[in-house]
């Protein structure tokens, strides 16, 4: 831990070295720290400016006008200003972990900054995670109940924030579920947690947003609710502009924060990883210029020589071997510019440069034989379904528009 006082409001300070700057960015943990230099900032942008417009009018209740407008009182007020305008405000789309592999490598990347939660499709807390890190569990689907009610026994005792709905009902391999059962499900299993004020995240679908419309209705039409809009989406490294009309059109049709809990480029794009990598960075940028999509999780929490099938490239993987967080990793653990090839300082990247580029020329990638295929049925579903629908941006969500969710 460590400790400093600010003298401006003799106030004391205790702040997490691990949640300090890192990279170019604040991570999200900062938050009450940036909260309150920002508060500061703002306060001592008012007694000077009061103080020197008008001399005479403005008397704080704890300070006279001689000690405001004494030089060193106006020198501690510019540097407690300037101190605040240092510290980044952190807001945006929170980054978690979508956790598919060993959990001995969960303290590799969860102890990370701008990593702020994780969940797991079907089990619970991951005992490895950093204790501050949030889990959100997630009920897969009508076929895991065991893991489910496990699940629900932990929560007894560890009560969450928030709880992720099932598992892409839209596709016949995964949930499987029709809209109407699903609200039955929902409302036998999850709606009792929203009552008690646990948040609840739609179910997450792989491209059908017409699925998520009946589901909601038949949810309504039963007393409940949902409180976030949770989707899925893999494609091809050239589809940026796809994947940003997907989720701004859930954006436009629902109303409510957004929580993308997997993103992934395909096998069959034939990506190379610098196009992996481009799309992450690209994309997570944007999610973060919304306003709107509140949290948002890479599917790479696997080592590029494992992934969890061969459908998404292994080239996601946010670890390589043996459970060390790859170059992608880094990037996504510690920095949201993407201009930056890492989150690491310079000197520590051109000294790890040659071991990791060794690395990757090792790994057993399964490359996709053939032309490439950036659209697959998937995709195409998706297309058809999002042809009727404007490719104007839903509007990013600011100071003040904030809140305006159902």
Request: aromatic share 12%.
């Given at each position: 831990m460590r400790a400093f006082m600010c003298r401006a409001c003799l106030a004391k300070v205790t702040v997490r070295s691990d949640m300090l700057f890192r990279g170019d960015k604040w991570a999200t943990h900062a938050k009450p720290v940036t909260s309150f230099f920002s508060s500061l900032h703002h306060r001592s942008r008012l007694l000077s400016t009061a103080a020197d417009d008008d001399k005479h009018s403005f008397t704080p209740h704890s300070l006279n006008n001689e000690m405001l407008l004494s030089a060193p009182f106006k020198t501690l007020l510019a540097s407690v200003a300037?101190?605040?305008?240092l510290v980044p405000s952190v807001s945006g789309t929170a980054r978690g972990l979508a956790w598919a592999t060993d959990n001995d490598y969960a303290p590799n990347i969860g102890d990370k900054?701008?990593?702020?939660?994780?969940?797991?499709?079907?089990?619970?807390?991951?005992?490895q995670m950093p204790s501050d890190l949030e889990f959100v569990p997630q009920f897969w689907g009508n076929t895991k109940w065991s893991q489910w009610n496990s699940v629900k026994s932990e929560?007894?005792?560890?009560?969450?924030?928030?709880?992720?709905?099932?598992?892409?009902?839209?596709?016949?391999?995964?949930?499987?579920?029709?809209?109407?059962?699903a609200a039955q499900v929902w409302m036998q299993e999850l709606h009792p947690y929203g009552t008690k004020g646990v948040k609840l995240v739609s179910p997450a679908v792989a491209y059908n947003l017409d699925w998520t419309d009946s589901f909601i209705s038949a949810v309504a039409k039963s007393g409940g609710w949902v409180d976030m809009v949770g989707v899925h989406w893999y494609g091809s490294w050239q589809d940026l502009a796809g994947f940003k009309k997907y989720v701004s059109t859930a954006r436009s049709r629902f109303n409510r924060k957004i929580w993308v809990t997997e993103i992934g480029i395909t096998t069959a794009s034939a990506p190379s990883q610098a196009q992996v990598k481009t799309f992450m960075m690209d994309a997570f940028s944007w999610m973060q210029s919304t306003g709107y999509v509140d949290r948002a999780s890479w599917f790479g929490c696997f080592e590029a020589t494992s992934p969890p099938d061969n459908y998404a490239t292994g080239k996601n993987a946010l670890l390589k071997?043996?459970?060390?967080?790859?170059?992608?990793?880094?990037?996504?653990?510690?920095?949201?510019?993407?201009?930056?090839?890492?989150?690491?300082?310079?000197?520590?990247?051109?000294?790890?440069?040659?071991?990791?580029?060794?690395?990757?020329?090792d790994e057993d990638w399964v490359e996709w034989e053939g032309e490439p295929i950036h659209c697959d049925a998937i995709c195409e579903l998706r297309n058809e379904m999002l042809a009727g629908y404007s490719d104007?941006?839903?509007p990013h969500v600011t100071e003040d528009t904030e809140g305006d969710e159902l």
């Open positions: 300037l101190l605040a305008a900054p701008m990593i702020s939660w994780y969940y797991h499709w079907e089990d619970g807390i991951v005992p929560m007894n005792s560890h009560w969450p924030k928030h709880i992720l709905g099932f598992n892409e009902p839209d596709i016949q391999s995964q949930a499987n579920m029709s809209p109407e059962y071997t043996p459970g060390q967080p790859s170059d992608m990793g880094m990037w996504y653990s510690y920095t949201t510019n993407p201009d930056r090839r890492s989150g690491v300082p310079a000197e520590d990247r051109r000294a790890r440069h040659h071991a990791i580029a060794a690395r990757v020329a104007e941006e839903a």
